[in-house]
């Protein structure tokens, strides 16, 4: 088994830990989760592991060969940080190499992703998103993870972070109208219906209907580690 991508050479523990907000990277804790930005692209790489599944592709869409394989994605969603090493030893050198690069925030913008780790275990049970152009959110929540509520305690901590962390007024979310899993999330966390296009092409080139919701918040506030915003003028 193979990743193409991160463990240090001769590293044991993660490279560090985000307890707080600083150097582009942010943290936020609910009543079961920890979201946060990762910390290298073995953590990115856990997070896309949970939507490598069938079910969670026939609503995102990716194209093929862009996901991982079934072996691999349960192979990335068994790694915590009590057994990152055990299991790290089981790849190549220069996948543990790159995959225990730094992950540095300012190199994904506009989209900032957003790792979503159990409190309790430490396992990674989801990724979501903020894309800072578009103010559009995203999430994908783990197979084993599903239908726990934890896909609305997800979706309003990604609204939180947007709003009191990156100083966005208002994000958006778009899913398909069929997928009533993912529009209970997001109406439980808060979100109301909004204009948005009828029609959305996925990645995959499928085309589906949506629907769009939004969420707002008056009093906004940003990191003191927020690049400032492209659409911000002097």
């Known amino acids: 088994m193979d990743i193409p991508m991160l463990w240090r050479r001769g590293a044991r523990r993660p490279p560090f830990a985000i ?58 969603l068994s790694i915590d940080d009590s057994n990152r090493a055990e299991r790290l030893r089981a790849l190549r050198a220069h996948s543990r190499r790159q995959l225990t690069r730094p992950f540095v925030p300012g190199d994904r913008l506009p989209r900032l992703p957003l790792l979503a780790v159990e409190a309790a275990t430490g396992r990674v049970v989801g990724m979501s998103s903020v894309t800072m152009d578009t103010r559009t959110i995203g999430l994908q929540i783990a197979p084993a993870h599903r239908r726990q509520g934890l896909g609305h305690e997800l979706v309003q901590a990604t609204a939180r972070i947007a709003h009191t962390h990156l100083g966005l007024e208002v994000v958006w979310a778009g899913t398909e109208a069929s997928n009533d899993h993912c529009r209970e999330a997001l109406t439980t966390a808060g979100f109301v219906p909004c204009d948005g296009p009828a029609r959305h092409t996925l990645p995959d080139g499928r085309v589906i209907d949506s629907v769009w919701y939004q ?18 003028t002097p």
Do not use: K, N
């Open 215 to 232: 969420h707002g918040m008056a009093e906004t506030s940003r990191c003191d580690t927020v690049p400032p915003d492209p659409g911000d």
């Open 19 to 76: 307890d707080d907000c600083g150097g582009g990277h942010h943290v936020l804790r609910t009543a079961r989760l920890v979201v946060r930005t990762p910390r290298d692209h073995l953590d990115e790489a856990i997070g896309e592991a949970s939507s490598a599944d069938a079910e969670a592709q026939r609503w995102l869409g990716y194209p093929a060969g862009s996901v991982f394989d079934g072996p691999t994605a349960q192979f990335l």
